[in-house]
């Protein structure tokens, strides 16, 4: 239970910097990327619910593309 409370808490604490930059940049539409939410369904559900809409889930890894696209050329 503390586990699964853990996850929960991931998503509010996400909520809370998505709401600041709402408040900063006007940004109503939200989507989430990236592996913190390959770990557990319930993070992305309760990001969902602490901000009171369905969050659209990318399962995209921007770092990895990023990485292959300017490693192309580069003497690594």
């Excluded at 600041?20 to 557990?40: C, E, K």
Aim: aromatic share 8%; proline share 1%; hydrophobic share 45%.
């Amino acid at each position: 239970e503390l586990a699964l409370q853990i996850l929960r808490d991931a998503g509010w604490a996400l909520a809370k910097v998505a709401k600041a930059l709402n408040d900063r940049l006007n940004l109503n539409n939200f989507v989430a990327m990236g592996g913190t939410f390959r770990l557990h369904p319930l993070i992305l559900d309760s990001l969902s619910e602490a901000l009171g809409s369905e969050v659209t889930y990318f399962d995209v890894d921007i770092s990895q593309q990023w990485i292959k696209r300017h490693r192309k050329g580069a003497n690594i």
